[in-house]
């Protein structure tokens, strides 16, 4: 059981816009910055959004990041078929004094 | 070009112990935290430990707390894992990884294979 939220699943046909939500508390969401990760299938995680809605150096425009309250969100627009990963938001949690992941979310391009 | 590669990792029996390296390049290393996250089988991201820039703070996740401990050695632009008292549910991928704070990892190792196995 993971202290973020997030679905198991999302699916999208290309060129479409998706969503994936990010559910967490006070402790950690409610109070730190968001990050998110995109891990392609055999390879390491890669660093997508940080603070929210930052995007690393080279990574594409066509992914945005936003937060509100204890909740965040990533969302990946113009879906292409090398979008299909598993993605990862992660927070710092004070209660528990570290960082800590969301369950991840498949991403499957239809 | 930062570069993290890890080594050490294998398959070892229960209760047994593993040490796992991560060397670095392409950054300078006393400027920054560390950290090691592991990745079961099929399963989530999970951080294990980190490390401040001279080594004088290190934080545990409860769950390897007393059996893992987490060093550096900057003269070598080295991270270590010592893992004792190794138990089946530690099996996993450990990737070292370059900490931007906040749980931020911006920089990752392509991660050893660790596996606990009777």
């Known amino acids: 059981q993971s202290v973020l939220t997030q679905p198991p699943s999302v699916s999208g046909a290309p060129r479409q816009r998706v969503t994936i939500s990010c559910s967490g508390s006070?402790?950690?969401?409610?109070?730190?910055?968001v990050n998110w990760y995109q891990q392609l299938p055999g390879k390491p995680p890669n660093l997508l959004i940080y603070?929210?809605?930052l995007l690393p150096s080279g990574v594409s425009d066509r992914f945005s990041g936003s937060k509100s309250g204890t909740s965040a969100s990533l969302a990946i627009s113009g879906l292409q078929s090398e979008d299909e990963a598993d993605y990862y938001c992660?927070?710092?949690?004070?209660?528990?004094?570290?960082?800590?992941f969301g369950g991840g979310t498949k991403l499957t391009v239809l | 070009e930062v570069h993290l590669v890890e080594s050490g990792g294998g398959l070892v029996q229960p209760g047994g112990s593993l040490r796992l390296s991560c060397a670095a390049s392409?950054?300078?290393?006393?400027?920054?935290?560390m950290s090691w996250v592991r990745q079961a089988p099929g399963r989530g991201l999970e951080w294990v430990a980190n490390?401040?820039?001279?080594?004088?703070?290190?934080y545990y996740v409860d769950s390897v707390k007393g059996r893992f401990t987490i060093s550096r050695d900057n003269a070598k632009n080295s991270l270590y894992l010592q893992m004792n008292s190794l138990r089946v549910d530690d099996t996993a991928v450990y990737y070292c990884?370059?900490?931007?704070?906040?749980?931020?990892?911006?920089?990752w190792g392509q991660g050893a294979l660790v596996a606990v196995s009777p």
């Open positions: 990884s370059r900490d931007g704070s906040s749980a931020s990892f911006d920089f």
């Open positions: 392409g950054f300078t290393f006393t400027s920054y935290w």
């Open positions: 490390i401040k820039q001279d080594g004088s703070e290190k």
């Open positions: 006070s402790s950690n969401i409610g109070n730190n910055a």
């Open positions: 603070y929210n809605d």
């Open positions: 992660a927070a710092w949690d004070d209660s528990l004094d570290g960082p800590v």
